[in-house]
């Protein structure tokens, strides 16, 4: 079973020994020693902050999300690699009249050229994946170690709004292999390190074994919860804490995916994952 690893902290002096002061500007505790009354019902947020009561809590996650809710979007990248469809008639793995018609194919459905491609029976699902990992500069995955159970490391709909798969953990757990199939998100890759606390590494695999593997994953979604993102910060933040004290967590992790809300809550026996998800455009 992987584990996160365990954060070395500095033991701070006297007093403070006993209790952390609280990383919250407007506390009104603060760091004086009535501070000790409160360790027991405070909260270390992403290992860093400790929190020391649930309006604390409520507050800082207040301010942590507001930027976030009222950021503009970050523009799309530039495209800098060959289109797919240019890249298969270099490989000479399509004709220019397959090309065409697949173009023609993908004006009237708005689909993306790898699966116009595959339907008119030009390329096989290993083409397309070839061409994608040349695209993002990273390796296609062999489908037979996929390591079962390493996509129950991130919530299904993180997976399935993404199409990733975590497909092997190497290194003692420190590095995770993610597999996507039509593109490398780097925010998403991103936010599993800061959750997972271990390195990522890009890959990717051909779809339908992603399909596949994301099949199995829904028969097992315990610990993990996903509701629609509400519309302000300040409600976000008061739904994170009251499920902070419903399962009695004292360690909470939080990032922020393209505006999609992650936190992960650590209670003594086991972790709840909980996915605030804006709707799809
Ligand atoms: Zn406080």
Redesign the pocket.
């Known amino acids: 079973m992987y584990r996160l690893p365990i954060k070395d902290w500095k033991r701070p002096l006297a007093w403070k020994q006993l209790v952390p002061s609280?990383s919250?500007t407007g506390?009104p505790?603060g760091t004086s020693w009535t501070g000790v009354l409160h360790r027991a019902t405070g909260f270390w947020l992403n290992e860093r902050e400790w929190?020391?009561?649930p309006r604390?809590l409520e507050a800082s996650l207040e301010e942590r999300l507001n930027g976030h809710f009222y950021a503009s979007p970050s523009p799309e990248p530039m495209r800098t690699t060959m289109p797919m469809g240019l890249m298969l008639l270099a490989r000479g793995v399509i004709s220019d009249a397959q090309l065409r018609d697949a173009l023609d194919m993908k004006r009237v459905s708005g689909d993306r050229i790898g699966s116009c491609l595959q339907r008119l029976g030009c390329v096989s699902f290993e083409d397309i994946a070839s061409v994608v990992a040349t695209q993002w500069g990273c390796p296609v995955f062999p489908v037979e170690s996929v390591q079962p159970g390493c996509s129950l490391f991130v919530p299904l709909s993180l997976l399935e709004r993404y199409r990733m798969l975590p497909v092997h953990l190497v290194s003692q757990g420190r590095r995770l292999f993610i597999a996507f199939c039509d593109k490398i998100d780097h925010s998403a890759l991103i936010s599993i390190e800061q959750m997972l606390g271990c390195e990522t590494e890009a890959c990717v695999i051909p779809e339908p074994k992603l399909l596949q593997e994301l099949e199995y994953r829904k028969r097992d979604t315990t610990g993990e919860v996903t509701v629609r993102r509400p519309d302000t910060s300040g409600e976000t933040a008061r739904v994170i804490r009251s499920y902070a004290q419903q399962t009695g967590s004292s360690a909470i992790r939080l990032c922020v995916v393209d505006g999609n809300v992650w936190a992960r809550f650590f209670s003594r026996r086991s972790h709840l994952d909980l996915v605030f998800e804006v709707a799809s455009t």
């Open positions: 609280c919250h506390c505790i929190l020391c009561s604390c």
